[in-house]
């Protein structure tokens, strides 16, 4: 088992604790000053219900029964009520506390030490491992305590609330279980610790291991202490297996592989959705009430999940994925696709107010649903034909698509082309306002340009002509219209010259080659109006709620590409090990950074950020071919 590693510029140090072959791109950095984020949180999960579990050991934030569900755990966004909402083992005289994950796994290990020098471990996981021909992932949490020094006495707090914060669970206990009342669910507490000291919040004295397993009502079968300790190990097996088969870069392995186990905790299994972060309503900027509710599937998000996953061999993750999209798309009428839907594919995701919780740092409003599924964003047509394609080509995967396929596919196509120049709200969801995003148009082209690689790998040659010369079409119109010749650069939209940080894409996207004379132009551009030292803003216009006050990590992602790909690979390096240097202590990131403090907003954890991390790494990392 290892420790989180940082920057030791996260503590102000000056020198590197990255590993020895990543210290050379880490400098120290004059004038840094780091400070505390309230987002410290560590994710468990078993791709069916997760928890986020804070610095000393508390659930402070957990759905029920399943990431959209009611948050039993809310602490998080239950401002002064911390004492509702959250499963804490308090330490008495506790002064220090110390957390892990066991090694390539989301087991985590959170460590008390109390003023008398007594400690306490406490192991927390769902699990999560195949047995009788099927994956165990049941709506559980299972938590082990163990005395590893002196005499520790400890109180256990369990209240779990019901409603969104509207009040606590109520309660029913036997001998060794206790169940909790959590709207129309019910969840069991089956344990070896006294069930009165539970009940009554008392502190006692831990003489030995005790087990706690909060899951369905239903009387616990076996002994509680082996088939625990069985699931935990069951549960290791089962994650190092799955990164055993990643192909990982030389360099930064282990934030690599942090961020592909918390992405693959944001998927849905049952479905195969990936929400875009596990949270709702931690706002982007602090007051600024954008808070939105992100435990749903983007079209977007998830794409770029897919595709860095992919990179990295996590074909599980989008085959899942792939079987959602076919729902998707069967479900649209005429190929139209709305730019999200629940992790069981509902449309409809009414945006109401959860009015019982304070929010974060008391920061409301806190949102339930999201209107953004009312809007047009048209680049989702593109995300749903890019990952679909692979599987037209792809092998490895058990089932590949066939003609039938791609004759649905082709109907998402249409609409690529028939809206490629027709107003959206744009990938930044903007809610009062549409215009042509060239981002959306540039994703169009992508839609239709690869539906002809797909024709041509079907032996359809006639198809294959039709698409690409309506990927030819788009090209043109986008070349005549996006690029603006009095700033010399590519505009945001077809009707006015402002930057965003999408347009940094287009490489990505094969629309233009790094070495293009108007991405070089664009991408100056871009980064003398949305830079703002080691960071980048999406965009610097105001929008419906003013101007943005904080970086976005993924655009900060895609400066550190664009900064690769044309040529500038050491400022690259130094500005990834920057961002890494932000990281939470368990290796992750939010949606945004305060880019003057270096705090972290928004919700946690944001799938787009960790995507930015994997794809940054296996761009910049040294070779294995150098040390094999």
Partial sequence: ?????????????????????????????????E?????????????????????TGGFVWG???????DPAFCALLNGDRQDQGVWRFELEGQVSAAQHYVRNTPVLVTRLEAEDGSALEITDFAPRFEGSGRMYRPVAFIRIIRPVAGAPRVRVRLAPMHGYGAGEATTTNGTNHVRYRIGDETLRLSTDAPVGYVLEGRSYRVESDQHFFL??????????????RRMEANTRKYWQHWVRG????????????????????????ETGAIVAALTTSVPEAPGSER?????????????????????????????KYLSYLRNIIDQARGGQIQPLYSVMGEAELHESFAPHLQGYRGMGPVRVGNAAYKQVQYDCY?????????????????????????????????????????????????????????????MCWAACDRLANVALQLGKNDRAALWKERAEAIRTKIEANAWSEEGQHYGASFESDYLDASLLQMVELRFLKPDDERFLKTFAAVERDLRRGDHMLRYAAEDDFGAPETAFNVCTFWLIEALYLTGRSQEARQLFCAMLSHTTRSGLLSEDLDYETGELWGNFPQTYSLVGIINSAGLLS????EVR
């Fill in 63 to 69: 759905c029920i029964p399943r990431v959209d569900g």
């Fill in 622 to 625: 040294k070779s294995w071919s």
């Fill in 35 to 55: 400070i505390g984020s309230s987002l410290e949180l560590s994710p468990i999960g078993n791709c069916q219900v997760s928890a986020l579990v804070d610095e």
């Fill in 291 to 319: 808070n939105w509710d992100y435990r749903y599937c983007w079209i977007r998000d998830s794409y770029y999940t897919v595709q860095a996953l992919n990179r990295l061999g996590a074909l599980d993750v989008l085959e």
């Fill in 382 to 442: 593109g995300q749903i034909v890019m990952p679909t394609a692979q599987a037209f080509f792809d092998t490895r995967l058990l089932r590949m698509a066939d003609e039938t396929d791609f004759e649905h596919l082709e109907e998402v196509g249409e609409a690529a082309w028939a809206k490629h120049d027709k107003p959206d709200a744009g990938l930044w969801e903007f809610r009062t306002r549409q215009e042509v995003h060239t981002y959306s148009a540039v």
């Fill in 215 to 228: 899951g369905p009502d239903e009387p616990f079968v076996g002994n509680l202490r082996s088939e625990l």
């Fill in 1 to 33: 088992m290892r420790r989180f590693r940082h920057c030791g510029r996260r503590t102000g140090q000056q020198e590197c604790t990255l590993s020895p072959g990543q210290r050379d791109c880490c400098p120290p950095v004059a004038g840094v000053v």
């Fill in 246 to 269: 990643l192909h990982i870069p030389l360099e930064w392995q282990e934030e690599v592989i942090r961020s592909a186990i918390t992405l693959k905790l944001c998927q849905h299994e």
